[in-house]
């Protein structure tokens, strides 16, 4: 599985509310239509270090990570991001499950 963790910081002037909101209600939308998608997580940050939320999205491999970097999709993402997403750090993580529902593995 090729995972990828995002970190995205909110523009300047946006509220943790609103960008949370946006984020749900736009641009989750979007990015969930991406080829080969496997699983998608969204994790807001409470407080105000740091980044405003993480994301974490895993595709059986890198090859079907690359393939949607091209699309329509894709880009429709991006110009979304451009609208309330000041900065984004990208990181290729691997996984090392520890509890899953409630088994612990």
Do not use: C, W
């Not at 949607?68 to 990181?91: G, N, P, R, W």
Request: aromatic share 12%.
């Amino acid at each position: 599985m090729h995972r990828v963790l995002f970190a995205m910081y909110r523009k300047e002037g946006t509220s943790p509310e609103e960008f949370v909101a946006h984020y749900r209600d736009v641009h989750i939308p979007i990015t969930r239509q991406f080829a080969g998608l496997r699983e998608y997580d969204v994790f807001p940050v409470a407080g105000d270090e740091g980044p405003d939320a993480f994301a974490v999205m895993a595709f059986d491999s890198l090859e079907d990570f690359q393939a949607i970097l091209d699309t329509d999709v894709f880009k429709e993402a991006m110009a979304d991001s451009q609208t309330f997403v000041a900065q984004t750090e990208s990181y290729v993580v691997g996984h090392i499950p520890v509890v899953s529902g409630n088994v612990h593995v």
